[in-house]
């Protein structure tokens, strides 16, 4: 659990700015996968939904998409950013 617990202090700070990025759905599973390949290497050999257990044990199942939500929800209770919002939204959908 220490090793869990430094992976989150260390490596987790670096997603700082993925908050506010628009991720396809490929780049989000690279970085699940760097994250489900360290818990591998910290836990030994465990097949896929075990990996999957301890990610949500603790807590760090489908990080990338709470902390884009945590942001946009941000962004929807602040006044001052809801033309910001809009500008992401339009983006967002033109990109694909």
């Not at 700082?16 to 390949?37: E, K, P, W, Y």
């Not at 939500?69 to 959908?93: E, P």
């Amino acid at each position: 659990m220490i090793s869990v617990e430094l992976l989150k202090s260390y490596c987790f700070p670096l997603l700082f700015a993925v908050d506010a990025m628009s991720l396809s759905s490929t780049n989000i599973r690279i970085l699940d996968s760097c994250i489900t390949r360290a818990l591998f290497r910290i836990f030994g050999s465990c097949d896929k939904s075990s990996l999957e257990y301890i990610k949500i044990c603790t807590g760090i199942k489908d990080l990338v998409g709470k902390r884009h939500c945590s942001f946009i929800d941000k962004l929807i209770s602040d006044v001052r950013f809801s033309n910001l919002l809009l500008v992401y939204g339009s983006n967002a959908l033109y990109r694909f």
